[in-house]
């Protein structure tokens, strides 16, 4: 090897569009070629003897060889690379060596990101305290051997932390911080939600290129080799990369006293996370790439923006400008129970102004009447202070330092009113000082806000299933038949009364329980219409329905709640049942009174005097059989038209007395009969030749209808028969489903019941 020759051989390097360079991309279709250059001759001496003409050696400096005069190679990550080339004779000896030559691979897509959109002024964000920036637009991208980034900020030059975590307290959301946000469109509130976000996290979407063109066939001129955009589904594509993108929003609770008042804000990737494979493992690069951008803020004072309303919301989330209202006051709320609440003040653009200072003690007053009826110093009717309290819940919040919020607890109660049984239509208003902190002279403005809700007694929407109203105590009472028993009503109504319930007691109590599961067993547990949830989930498996997927753990809730969503999830008709529209009630079966039987039965008809009116029907009892037959009354008229054989002489009635068997009247002719039974239509079973209507009174008596329907629901799971269920059969299913419904508070009742609260 000492006699190695290292000054004539050389190599040239030519990159993907064959020009010579010593730098490419590390992409498949951008290769770097070299080329062997072998001296003819050594000291004038010809050497070509001396050397294998056919194979080169060299190395690409990355662990791989390539073995001919021409090699060509693709490196797979970025890096410098000292390319080597030896020569070797027929023997495979080495001959002859070049100098080692450096060539630079880069990434076609680099490690980076920008910010654009958002920044003014040579990056200034110009903004005021407590309000979202302009829009600021996050681009990044990475190369294809390296995992998508996410991005990181820290502030500077503010006294606020960064980052709010509800996890650590969950009212940490009532300090002064600094965050970034992402706006996004809820569907189901039909609004946008800003959410804080402590990282920067972009979407990803991959990169494909490919070569496109070729060089002149000579080899020789200018290239039209180019690297082009394509897709994942087109010839020779290549993944070369990924880029990201996200829309942000940066908002301070911090405010500036003068113009030069600067809050740093840096974005950036962190370096340690940028890996790379190499022949020995994977290493750090370190590449030189953006990784680093710094915005400066400047944040106007709270003192030039107007205060404008105070929000009461349940926890002091208000929701920012133009985003949801996700955390208002419930307009369902009960009697009796705590309502808490917490009041922020807004400026005119709906943000939150916590550069404030506020008095101590708001001004409170609750009125009767709804907003947006309640017109601040006009209407409104103050309720009495007898039957509400707002008690300060502020000092168990005392590890918040910040004074710009009022936390307290309103209860209202009305059992000595009239109306305790009714909804109260409540709104809670508000009144507070407060003073700017910010300038140098107190500043204080006053703003009121409202709050309207609706307080339900507790179980004011009830609804009682079919056999919910047995009277456990009644029947316990009708078997003691022993005098001495009669009056031990300690036994029967204070102990057996209390465990097993009476007619009207709730159908929580046990008898009730034990009654309505033995009676509705089938209803319960094998109509798919009225089962419980968890019988329709035994029946879906029972029957290897695919179709039906619930997770069983979904089921598992309270007894009382469990109840009340297997009643409310039958369907509508179902669940209210039929009103019986049932008009031929006639016949009384005994009962002179008729509460039950014979309703549309009505007087007795004198059938020599009784004038009948076509639409007025009338009916007819057949003595023989007992039975009630309806009479159509208009039948008639086809034979009478034109005939005045009545007291009035009006066309449209026809005397009952005409009713017999001859084919003409007085006044009438074969073409044009007035009477008889072939003719009337009414299917009467009579004798086949009378004379009058006394024949047809021996078998028939006649009556006038009470018309009217029984109304009765029948068929439903419901019962509205009791006077226990307080919903009405009439209730329309869109005043039964939605938020702030009947159900929906007939559900926040159970909740509440369960929890023990009330």
């Known amino acids: ?71 060509t190679h693709v490196y797979e990550y970025p890096g410098v690379y000292n390319v080597r080339m030896v020569l070797r004779d027929c023997n495979n000896n080495s001959i002859l060596a070049s ?40 681009n990044s991208q990475s190369p294809f051997y390296q995992d998508f980034q996410d991005i990181f900020y820290s502030v500077s030059g503010s006294d ?33 939600e800003y959410e804080d976000i402590n990282k920067i996290t972009l979407s990803s979407a991959s990169i494909y290129k490919r070569l496109s063109g070729n060089n002149h066939a000579s080899g020789k ?66 590449y030189i790439n953006n990784f680093t951008v710094t915005l400066s803020s400047l944040v106007g004072a709270a003192s030039a923006q107007h205060l404008s309303s105070i929000k009461i919301t349940s926890n002091g989330i208000p929701g920012e400008g133009d985003s949801v209202r996700t955390f208002d006051i419930s307009p369902v709320q009960f009697k009796g129970l705590d309502i808490p609440f917490i009041l922020s003040p807004k400026n005119s653009n709906y943000y939150t102004m916590k550069s404030l200072s506020s008095h101590k003690y708001p001004i409170f007053e609750l009125l009767s009447g709804r907003s947006p009826e309640i017109v601040p110093g006009v209407s409104g009717v103050p309720v009495s202070t007898t039957h509400y309290t707002i008690q300060t819940l502020s000092a168990t919040l005392s590890t918040i330092n910040t004074n710009f919020w009022y936390r307290g607890v309103l209860n209202f109660n009305d059992i000595t009113l009239p109306i305790s049984g009714e909804p109260a239509f409540l709104t809670l208003s508000a009144k507070c000082p407060y003073d700017n902190t910010a300038t140098t002279t107190t500043a ?42 009669l009056d031990k ?9 209390t465990i097993f319930g009476s007619v009207s007691s709730s159908y929580t109590v046990l008898g009730k329980k034990l009654w309505e599961k033995i009676q509705n067993f089938t209803s319960n547990n094998s109509d798919i219409d009225t089962c419980d949830i968890n019988s329709l989930i035994n029946l879906s498996n029972l029957t290897d329905d695919d179709g039906l997927i619930f997770d069983r753990s979904l089921a598992q809730q309270p007894e009382l709640v469990d109840r009340l969503m297997s009643v409310l999830s039958v369907n509508y008709n179902k669940f209210r049942g039929t009103q019986n529209k049932f008009d031929e009630n006639y016949d009384p079966q005994g009962h002179t009174t008729k509460t039950t039987y014979g309703k549309n039965l009505s007087s007795l008809i004198d059938s020599q005097t009784y ?55 007085p006044g009438g002719s074969e073409k044009n009969p007035t009477s008889g039974a072939p003719y009337w239509g009414w299917p009467l079973v009579l004798p086949a030749t009378y004379d009058s209507i006394t024949e047809v009174d021996k078998f028939y008596d006649f009556y006038s209808i009470l018309p009217g329907y029984d109304n009765s629901i029948e068929g439903g799971l419901i019962d509205y028969g009791t006077g226990l269920t307080t919903l009405t059969y009439s209730t ?10 009947v159900f929906d508070v007939m559900i926040r009742n159970s909740l509440f019941s369960s929890l023990s609260l009330f």
């Open 1 to 71: 090897m000492s006699d190695i020759k290292v000054n004539y051989a050389i190599f040239d390097v030519e990159d993907y569009k064959r020009e010579a360079k010593l730098s490419s991309y590390n992409l498949p279709f951008t290769p770097l070629t070299f080329k062997a250059r072998i001296p003819s001759s050594l000291g004038g001496q010809d050497v070509t003897t001396q050397y294998n003409t056919l194979k080169a050696t060299f190395d690409f400096g990355d662990g791989t060889f390539g073995n001919s005069l021409t090699s």
């Open 99 to 138: 100098y080692s030559t450096d060539v630079e691979i880069v990434d076609y897509i680099t490690n980076t990101f920008t910010v654009a959109g958002g920044p003014v002024l040579t990056n200034i964000l110009c903004l005021s305290t407590g309000e979202f920036s302009n829009a600021i637009t996050i």
């Open 732 to 741: 329309p299913m869109s005043s039964l489903i939605g938020d702030n419904n």
């Open 160 to 192: 606020v932390p960064n980052y709010y975590n509800l996890k650590s307290n969950k009212f940490n959301n009532l300090k002064k911080f600094s965050s970034f946000y992402k706006k996004e469109y809820i569907e189901s509130l039909s609004g946008y």
């Open 489 to 497: 009503n300690i036994l029967f109504t204070d102990f057996i009364g």
């Open 611 to 665: 004038e009948v009116s076509a639409g007025t029907d009338i009916v007819a009892y057949e003595k023989f059989s007992e039975t009630y037959t309806r009479l159509n009354t208009y039948q008639p008229l086809s034979a009478l038209s034109g005939y005045r054989g009545t007291s009035s002489g009006n066309f449209q009635t026809y005397m009952l007395s005409n009713f017999n068997t001859s084919s003409t009247n």
């Open 221 to 286: 001129g200018p290239s039209a080799f180019q690297i082009v955009t394509t897709t994942l589904e087109a010839l020779s594509s290549v993944n070369v990369g990924s880029s990201g993108k996200q829309v942000i929003y940066f908002k301070t609770d911090d405010q500036g006293l003068h113009r030069n008042d600067i809050i740093n804000i840096s974005l950036f990737k962190d370096r340690n996370n940028i890996f790379s494979p190499s022949t020995t493992g994977y290493k750090n690069n370190n």
């Open 444 to 485: 204080t403005n006053t703003v009121t806000g409202y709050a309207s809700f609706t307080c339900y007694p507790k179980n004011y929407y009830e609804a009682y299933k079919q056999n919910e109203d047995f009277d456990f105590e009644q029947t316990i009472k009708d078997l003691r038949f022993q005098e001495v028993l």
